[in-house]
């Protein structure tokens, strides 16, 4: 089986632009989590979606929005970029349900915001 | 809240020694899933091992293994035989009850494997 997959991998924006990271996950995959990582503030949880439906949200503004779509893809989108936004996003996926919890990572988008 | 912490920023240990990483998490919950991943200089974050709190028997995957103790909520990977490629940032994270697919992780530990 393919693994997760993210686009783009890296990504120079500029603050106050708007950006969107696509997640294509492990086929038969149905939940996708997005992930931020900072040196400073380590791995935080930004969402998860499952069938089409946000099932879990982290603690981030209403400017990191995303969704999903039938085939189980996933987009996040980050608004008004801001210096701090500047992370390494990644996305996992997992089988959402039974008792499998284990998720698989992709390689990760690289947010650079100058 | 839940947390997951990991006490030791950084280790370093010989090629074929045995080293052990350090966790610990807070939680009121009786059901979880913890685990223990692997980021190496690529960024690929990789799944070493996993253990479900229901479990008593601890879990193993090769040279990898862990020694759990629910009472005390400490969560170990102890990597036998350490090798060249173990060499990357080791991550503790938990699951919880309410968000079974939303990883709490600690803050890492970098570990080295030198020659």
């Known amino acids: 089986k393919a693994g997760v997959t993210q686009t783009p991998r890296y990504l120079i924006k500029t603050r106050g632009q708007q950006v969107t990271l696509s997640c294509s996950p492990i086929s038969g995959h149905r939940s996708v989590s997005w992930y931020q990582q900072t040196p400073g503030q380590g791995l935080q949880f930004l969402f998860e979606?499952?069938?089409?439906?946000?099932?879990n949200k982290g603690n981030f503004p209403g400017r990191f929005s995303g969704r999903q779509f039938s085939n189980s893809r996933s987009e996040m989108n980050v608004s008004t970029l801001e210096l701090g936004d500047s992370a390494l996003y990644l996305c996992?996926?997992?089988?959402?349900?039974?008792?499998?919890?284990?998720?698989?990572f992709g390689p990760g988008t690289r947010l650079t915001v100058t | 809240a839940q947390t997951v912490t990991q006490s030791q920023p950084e280790m370093s240990v010989q090629e074929a020694e045995t080293v052990t990483l350090s966790c610990t998490y807070d939680?009121?919950?009786?059901?979880?899933?913890l685990f223990w991943y692997k980021q190496p200089p690529s960024r690929q974050m990789i799944l070493v091992i996993r253990q479900e709190a229901y479990k008593q028997q601890n879990a193993t995957e090769n040279r990898f293994s862990v020694n759990f103790q629910k009472a005390a909520k400490s969560f170990s990977l102890k990597i036998s035989d350490s090798q060249l490629g173990d060499t990357a940032m080791y991550f503790c994270a938990s699951t919880f009850s309410g968000g079974y697919n939303k990883l709490i992780f600690g803050a890492g530990t970098r570990l080295a494997v030198h020659p």
């Open positions: 996992a996926s997992s089988p959402g349900t039974g008792r499998t919890y284990e998720q698989y």
């Open positions: 979606y499952f069938s089409e439906t946000q099932r």
């Open positions: 939680t009121s919950e009786n059901n979880y899933y």
